[in-house]
């Protein structure tokens, strides 16, 4: 989709862009491996870890850094606690790592949220998704075995997430993410 700017009549492209929470360098690489090994036997797309904080919403990308500027400058660093990893329904979510819902990390959603319009159709459900893919029920167990064993500490993760990062996420490209790229990144003020 294009829109042209009002003022100069250029053409502009729509795209989805998406806010994520980074996890800090040491815990980002021992994510990244353990979601190495489960791909490695189950497949799927690599993506880096993160905990999505806006879900996909329609802009230009010039209008989502400067939202995503915008929602930076008011937000201070905040802790994640992982709770559970858990067999999910949507290829987007085959395995993931569910965080709890605190205060700090429900407030973090809501203040970015209202700077993009995004408005959810379901309750926030902050989570961190180890494997993307279609998994039949029995390979997603093995899969959240296979988690537990590889990492036994993985479901008592807590860190600080102190830098958010804008994503072009194509909703159109679930099987490969090839075209998912970063866009922008700012470090939270600390807390």
Same mark, same amino acid.
């Not at 993760?157 to 102190?162: G, R």
């Not at 804008?166 to 909703?171: G, H």
């Given at each position: 989709m294009e829109i042209a700017d009002e003022k100069t009549g250029a053409v502009a492209q729509m795209n989805d862009y998406s806010v994520w929470a980074i996890p800090p360098e040491a815990v980002?690489?021992?994510?990244?491996?353990l979601m190495g090994a489960l791909r490695s036997e189950f497949?799927?797309?690599e993506i880096p870890p993160h905990i999505t904080v806006v879900g996909a919403t329609s802009l230009t990308e010039q209008d989502a850094v400067e939202k995503f500027r915008s929602a930076c400058e008011g937000l201070k #660093?905040?802790?994640?606690?992982?709770?559970?990893?858990?067999?999910?329904?949507f290829? *987007?979510?085959?395995?993931?790592?569910l965080f709890h819902p605190t205060p700090e990390v429900m407030?973090?959603?809501a203040h970015c949220c209202r700077y993009f319009g995004y408005k959810r159709s379901n309750r926030y459900m902050p989570h961190l998704s180890l494997l993307y893919g279609t998994l039949t029920k029995d390979e997603k167990n093995k899969a959240r075995e296979k #988690?537990?064993?590889?990492?036994?500490s993985i479901d008592g993760?807590?860190?600080?997430? *102190?830098r958010l990062a804008?994503?072009?996420?194509?909703?159109k490209d679930k099987l490969t993410l090839e075209s998912w790229k970063q866009i922008a990144e700012c470090s939270l003020s600390p807390d």
């Open positions: 980002g690489e021992k994510l990244k491996n497949g799927g797309p #660093a905040y802790h994640a606690m992982a709770d559970l990893v858990i067999a999910g329904a290829p *987007s979510q085959c395995l993931y790592l407030d973090a959603s #988690a537990c064993v590889l990492d036994e993760l807590n860190f600080q997430i *102190s804008l994503w072009k996420t194509d909703r």
